[in-house]
Each structure stands twice: as C-alpha cells, then as structure tokens.
C-alpha cells in the first residue's frame, strides 16, 4: 500500500521539510530518523511511504523545517496530525496537507474554550463521516471550523457537480461529528483533475443566506484520472472574515461567593449560581482562584490559595457539606445549620473554623456511609482513575494530622516516600485505612460537585478558567511523594516590583527541570490533564517561570537576595575583563559601617552595636555567626506568630538586621565556584552608594547587560523547551500571567503557543510610561482593570493622588481636578475602556464591576482586596458583600452591564 504524504509550505533557501511520527516508516518520532521530502514545485513537498496492506491502520505525525547544516529545527504549529483507516479499501492514500505555520489568531478558537463551551455542538445529533460506497476514487475534504453556531452548518461549493458547480443550493454539506473538525467526501470517478472550490457557511433556517470564506478560491491538483486511490485533504483552518472574536468575564475567586446556601465560604455548587448571573448579563468567562488543597499548617496561613499540599486534590473549604449527605442526628445536624447562619452572615471568610467544621462534619458522613461508599462502582471508577496520586495525598493528610505537621522530615519512618510502607499503611485491612479513606471521600465529593458546576457552566455557554500556581509547597505531598522533581536549597520568589520593594519570597521549592524533562514533564501533563476535567481555560501564574524563576537562597528571607535560575552567572575572569576586580570579601560580604547604623536603628543603636555586631577594626563590623544570615536573625525574633505581632523595637532591630544582611553587590553562585550575580537593586545599598564613580559605572554596564540582555536567547530556549509538551498536555485556552521583569523574547515564545498576556492599565510593559491604553492591548490578551494581588479601581484611586490626577487628565481625557473618590461614573468609564480594547478577552474584578453602581457598591473600600504582596502572612478572606441571589435581582444594573457588553461587540453567539 502507497501512501503519499504532500505539504504546501512556504520555504526559504536552504530549507528542507521533513515528517516524523508514530509509525516506524516515518522514524518512531525520532528527529534524527525523519524522513526528508522531496520538493516538486515551488513551496510544494512529497513524499512516497509503502507500507504493508494493513485492515487497520493509524499513526501520527508532524512537519518540520530545518536547515542544511543546522541542528536547529521549527515544527509546525499546532497539535500532531492524524491518519487513519479501519479498511485497506484502497491501493494508494494521497494526503494533501497545508504547512500550519502560527501566527492565526483563529488558533485559539479550536481551544475547548470555545469548542465545547461557546460553540459547543450536539455531536451526536450529526451525521457519521463516510467515504463513497464502492467507489475506487474517492476525495475527502476535511477543515477545522469551530466559529459555527447551533443553527448553522459547513459546505463546500466547487467547480464539478459533486461540488454544486457554484450553485449554493446544490453546496455539498460537511458533517460536524468530530467537531470542530468537519468532513466531506465525493466519489472523483467524473470529476476534474483541479478542484477549484470554496467553503462556505449555510444557516439552516434560511439556505439563502450564506457566509463565504475569506481569500482566494482553493485548488487540489489531483493525479490521473484512471488512478484509483483516496485524495485525503486536510485544509487547516476555515478562513473566518471576521477573525477578531471577542468576549467578556468576571474573575472571583471561589471563596469570594456569597449565597443563601453558602456555609460562610463560597463552594463550588455556588459557582451554578455564578453563571446564572453570567447568561444574565452577556458575560461569558467566570475566573477563579486555585482551588487545590492548601491545608500545611492548620492555620489562616492555608488560606493562601497558590501553596497547594497537592496539585490535584481539592480543598476541602469549597464542599458543600450538606449536598454530600445529610447525618443521622438531627440534633447535630440543626447545630451545623445554626452555624451556617452564623457564618453567612460574617462579613469575610472564617477560615479555620469552616475548615474545621466541615472536616468535622464529613468525618461524622464517612464514619455512617464508609460502607456503601467504599463499595459504590462511581467511587470505584473515581478511585481507579485517581489513584496515582490520590493514594499518596491520602497518606500524606493522615501522616501530617497524625505528627501534627507537614514537615515530613519530622515524620520518622515516613518522613521519606516508601511505596512498601505506604501500601502497608494504605491497604484495606489496615488500621489506619478509615483514616486514609477519609480524604478518598473527601475527594470523591468534591470532584463530582466542582464536574457538576463545570458542566452546568458549559451547559450555559459560560467557560470556567482555572488558575495554575507555578510553585508548591516545600511541605507537599508532591514533594513528599516525588523529590526528585524539586530543589529544596532554594526558594522561588519574585525580584522587587510596583507590588514589593523587597521582591517576594513565596519559599516554594524550585523545579528540578532537567529531571522533570527526562519522562517529557509527565509531572505537569498530568497536573494540566487533571485541570481540564473541570475547566477550559487556564491562567498561568508567572509564566515568566517557565523561561526562568527568581531562586533566593534558603538561609534568606528577602526576595532581594535571588538571582534567576537558569542564568549565566559572571566568571572572575569575565569580571576582571570588564573592569571589575571583584574582591569577594568587598561585594559578596555585608558591607556594615559605623556612621550608617543611626541612620537604621535610631535609638536602639548602641545596644545593636553590642548584642549583634563584631567591630573587626574602626567603624567596620560584621553580624555576629548566630546572626550570619537573614533566617537566623529572623527565627531569632519571630518566635511564634509572625513579624506583625513583634514590639516596635524589635521590629526595628530585625528589619534593620536582615537590611544589613543584605547589603552585598554580588552574589557567588552555588554551583559555579568564582561566578557571581549581581545583587538587584544594588543601587539603594551603602554598599554601592560609597563606591567611587569609577567603580560604579562599571558595576552599572553590567547590571544592565546582566538584567536586560545577557539572558534573551538563553531564557528563549528554556521556554521552547518545556512549553510544547504542556501546551500539548489539554485543549483549554491558555492565559499567561506576564507581569514584572519581563524578558524581551517573551512576547515572541506566548504568540508561537498561542498563549494569552495578560494586560494591565496600571502596569505598562513599556518601562517609559506610567500607564497602558486599554486600546494598545494585542488582540492575544486578556484585558483587565486590576488582579486579586492589586487594589481595586476604587481602592487604587486613593492610594496616591498624583499618579490618579495623571490617570484622570491623560487615561480618560478629562479636565480639571480628579475626584476625591472614584465615583460610578469614573469606574464605568474604566470598565467601557476596557470593552472596547482590542484584547480577546476582557475579565474584571466583580468589585470593579459593583462600583459602576452607587447602591450595589460596597461600603468598605480597601477591604475589597484581596491580597497584599509584600505581606507573605496575608489573611485571604475577602467575601462579596452581595449575595448572588441579590445580585440575580439587581435589574438595572444587569441590564446596565449587559448594554455594555453588547455595544462593545463582546457578545459570542
């Protein structure tokens, strides 16, 4: 059996197309096996494969360029192509393809976003795809086409009778039953040896009235006509005329929701309410928050929602206790509901107390209904699909309540991942197995109500984006259960930014990426597999992580004190060469001097001079060895709490000692002996304001070579390395969150996936302006007034008055003075700003869009936010004052929104 595999590709000199894929004709996926095609015409490639005649057939495939003399190679865009046959009814198979070279904004429309929430068809209500009967010359057309509504169908129209000979009432139709993808097939017995055709769309209530495909007519040059063979066409995507779709959403992060039958924290069934009021108002996005369990210390401090103990499992804050099932006491269970109450009509989320409750419920649920739920074929199916991670998550619960920790280095003979000890601790006739399957219960109700929510969302039209964290908890059952895949000699942060002059320090472990890219990021396939079982759209979080992450050294508290990993670290030589004798006891050491100390401590300066410094010579100290590093100085004040609860005085005296910790201009790199980074923001230390002009230029050419330029191709590669393979893992549409030090090779690395930026008014990306246009967004963005990690418009407006009077007079073109507060109408101007930008989405705050309305907006202003950056103990229990009930009643201010939604084009249907 011949099969011919031919591509239209557009190439340049010295490029040659190649094709790999699964079957071992097309060399098993290895690079260095492809097959390199034959060019017959210009931009047109061929080439011949004979296999044996097989009943059935099927493999994978994929195009990709190189250069002669290259190692560097450029595969096409998009997912691995498909061939298969379930009969050898033919001597010869001929694919036509067409190079898919990115750089179509369409791309994003063949994402589940719109495939199975927005466009979403009944698959089984059309007709089955089949070739001719009996015919020995067939063609098969087959194009992707997911911006088809309900009412509407695909056909093609061409230059032979098959075809309708440009009659559009005669149009062949195509079936959408493996939408978005859409087939049609002739007999090409009589038909001409070039098909000259078109695509067009058809509405089913009125044929006449027809949508014609963009561009130039296509063609397909078919052999001779006695050839017998099947002519496979594979069009790539349906040319759209109109090709900018745009929609909008609202971000709210789960536990934000407020209903009647909430219990103090909003759940996941609460999200069928949110899309109630979506379908209401035109918007068609819901954002939330992570929702993974975070539970590591049992305290406030789990609240927050981006150090998840596991990727997979789902917090037990967002069950709906009561729809798991109802106890048997009545008394019990009447207490629960007074405490419902009582916590529904709390103005924020009681963390600690709901978690408790709820866990304390569910024990009370699992003890009545273990039996029967252990031996029900829906949590067998739930436990057999689940298992390889939920088993270790289950141990992991039980081991950190039962040590009362989740530092499993204290853990003893657990405190290291054994698969025999766990299986022992795990199996059936275990003591402990009520205990372990406790949290499969848990589990198992939570992912059938957060399904039920995510189904009813797409039942609406409404998408559910999720939120991917880019780090874990250093105390993690994924860390327990996979170490290999971590670095715990450092921890990931963020460099200093407009949110925190320090940087941050989240102390996740950082990812060990050459491990992880030994089994193609397994880890995170799976992790994104999981994901899409509820969603169909995904932000990253700092997908500046994936190019490089900002590591600051385990003995360090301050963001300050990191440096990008991977990165090219400065060599002593390459130092010198530039003028640098870096003396490493000069700029790598804390540089403490006398007559700054005042300057610092204030009052408590003689007392610091004694206690913690070494005076080595005259006015030059160094920190004493139990004060040598930022954790020691920290963990030697904050003995309990956090650093809020200290004294003023001892408050000064540690932050003024962690500030000299790290008055360094250098930092020696940890696996590189005599290579070093420069310390960030080196300019506001003593350390470089006494040096001499001479010295501090130099230090300024490498600063800004080392931040700005020295890494681009490096952190690029990076990047093109890891992406595929999670871009590849799902079809949701993927957000990336691209805020902060920004290399300039990223914006090139989102658009080759296909990733959306994320788009901020108040945090340009062009450094020489203080804000960017709506207006200016790319049409690959999601457009919004402010995130959970920023003060809302009307928080953010009377933080400082000079940068909103700029705002006021520049952004909206206004004249005159601000107004003190930022009224309704100043807010709906913002949110109509927004609407009308370019970006394919634009997803607000739900508190930006109340304070459109001077009644529905809520009293407490900065108690909106919520979250605050620099403060790493923030409490995140911000709860809409609104309940979604009484949103659902606010007329006017639903059909306010829904008005703007509709004059801004944002309506998708």
Not at 187 to 206: C, H, S, T
Not at 279 to 307: A, E, R
Request: hydrophobic fraction near 35%.
């Amino acid at each position: 059996m011949i099969i011919s595999l031919e591509c239209y590709c557009p190439t340049h000199w010295g490029q040659v197309l190649n094709v790999t894929g699964s079957h071992s004709a097309l060399g098993s996926w290895k690079t260095e096996d492809a097959l390199s095609m034959q060019c017959i015409a210009p931009n047109k490639w061929k080439i011949e494969l004979e296999v044996s005649n097989e009943d059935r057939l099927s493999f994978s495939y994929k195009y990709f360029l190189k250069k002669d003399g290259s190692h560097s190679l450029v595969w096409e865009h998009g997912k691995n192509r498909e061939f298969s046959i379930t009969s050898a009814r033919y001597a010869s198979y001929h694919i036509k393809d067409l190079w898919s070279g990115g750089n179509n904004v369409q791309f994003s429309w063949t994402t589940s976003a719109f495939t199975d929430v927005i466009f979403r068809r009944d698959k089984t209500q059309e007709k089955k795809f089949a070739l001719p009967a009996k015919a020995t010359r067939a063609v098969s057309f087959t194009i992707t086409a997911p911006r088809i509504t309900k009412n509407q169908f695909l056909a093609i129209i061409g230059n032979c009778t098959e075809l309708g000979n440009w009659e559009t009432k005669n149009a062949l139709p195509l079936t959408g039953s493996d939408f978005p993808l859409w087939k049609a097939a002739i007999n090409a017995k009589n038909v001409p040896a070039i098909l000259d055709y078109k695509y067009i769309i058809v509405d089913r209530n009125n044929p006449e009235q027809v949508i014609w495909e963009a561009g130039n007519n296509r063609l397909a040059l078919l052999d001779k006509k006695e050839d017998e063979g099947l002519y496979q066409i594979n069009e790539g995507l349906f040319r759209f005329p109109d090709n900018h779709l745009k929609g909008a959403g609202v971000s709210l992060p789960v536990f934000s929701i407020r209903t009647k039958d909430s219990f103090g924290v909003g759940e996941f069934t609460d999200l069928k309410k949110v899309v109630d009021w979506a379908s209401k108002t035109g918007l068609k996005m819901i954002q939330v928050l992570p929702v993974n369990d975070t539970q590591s210390t049992q305290s406030f401090l789990d609240s927050y929602p981006y150090k998840a103990i596991s990727v997979f499992a789902l917090h037990p804050l967002f069950l709906n206790i009561f729809k798991s099932g109802k106890i048997k006491d009545e008394a019990l269970f009447d207490d629960y509901q007074k405490l419902q109450k009582e916590l529904n009509e709390k103005p924020s989320v009681d963390y600690e107390l709901i978690v408790r409750a709820k866990l304390n419920y569910c024990k009370l649920l699992f003890a009545e209904k273990k039996k029967s739920f252990l031996k029900s074929d829906s949590f067998l199916t739930f436990f057999k699909n689940n298992s390889s991670w939920l088993i270790p998550y289950a141990a992991f619960s039980y081991l950190r309540d039962t040590n009362g920790t989740s530092d499993f280095s204290k853990w003893g003979d657990f405190k290291e991942y054994n698969p025999s000890k766990i299986k022992k601790l795990t199996d059936e006739k275990s003591e402990t197995y009520d205990d372990i399957a406790f949290w499969y219960f848990i589990q198992y109700h939570l992912d059938q109500q957060l399904k039920e929510a995510s189904e009813y969302g797409r039942d609406h039209g409404i998408i559910l984006k999720g939120d991917i964290p880019i780090g874990i908890s250093r105390y993690s059952a994924d860390a327990w259960y996979e170490p290999k895949l971590y670095h715990f000699d450092g921890q990931a942060g963020a460099p200093p930014d407009d949110f925190s002059a320090d940087g941050q320090n989240w102390g996740f472990p950082t990812y060990n990426w050459e491990e992880m890219a030994k089994d193609q990021y397994q880890w995170w396939r799976n992790r994104l597999s999981k994901m899409a079982e509820y969603f169909d759209a995904y932000r990253i979080d700092h997908i500046l992580g994936f190019f490089r992450i900002w590591e600051i050294p385990i003995d360090a508290v301050q963001g300050i004190l990191g440096h990008f990993r991977p990165a090219l670290p400065l060599s002593h030589s390459e130092l010198n060469s530039k003028g640098i004798w870096a003396d490493t006891h000069r700029f790598c050491n804390p540089y403490i001097r006398g007559h700054f100390l005042q300057q610092i401590f204030k009052e408590y300066t003689d007392e610091v001079r004694l206690i913690y410094l070494n005076e080595l010579e005259y006015n030059i100290y160094e920190l004493k060895p139990d004060f040598a590093n930022q954790q020691l100085i920290y963990h030697h004040f904050v003995k309990t709490g956090g650093p809020e609860d200290l004294s003023e005085k001892d408050s000064t005296i540690m932050w003024g000692l962690i500030k000299l910790a790290a008055e360094v201009l250098l930092l020696p790199d940890k696996d590189k002996p005599d290579h070093f980074h420069p310390r960030i923001s080196m300019h506001s230390t003593y350390s470089y304001q006494e040096l001499d002009s001479y010295l501090k230029d130099k230090l300024n050419s490498i600063y800004i070579d080392y931040f700005y330029h020295r890494h681009e191709q490096f952190w690029k590669h990076q990047a093109i390395a890891k992406l595929p393979a999670l871009v590849s893992a799902t079809n949701m549409l993927i957000c990336g969150e691209d805020l902060g030090m920004i290399p300039a090779t990223v914006p090139e690395v989102m658009n080759q996936f296909d990733i959306l930026s994320l788009e901020i008014q108040r945090m340009p990306k062009n450094p020489k302006k203080q804000f960017a246009h709506p207006a200016d967004a790319p049409y690959l963005s999601v457009c919004t007034t402010s995130t959970h990690d920023m003060a809302t418009i009307r928080g953010w407006w009377e933080e400082n008055r000079a940068a909103t009077q700029l705002f006021y007079n520049q952004q909206l073109g206004k004249w005159g003075e601000m107004p003190y507060f930022a009224e309704p109408w100043v807010c709906k101007e913002i949110i109509v700003q927004h609407l009308h930008s370019p970006a394919m989405w634009t997803v607000f705050p739900i508190q930006d869009l109340l304070a459109m309305d001077e009644k529905l907006r809520s009293i407490d202003t900065h108690g909106e936010r919520i979250n605050e950056p620099a403060n790493p103990r923030h409490y995140w229990k911000y709860r809409m004052h609104l309940s979604m009930e009484q949103l659902q009643k606010a007329t006017d201010f639903n059909k306010l929104l829904k008005i703007l939604v509709k004059e801004s084009g944002r309506t998708i249907e």
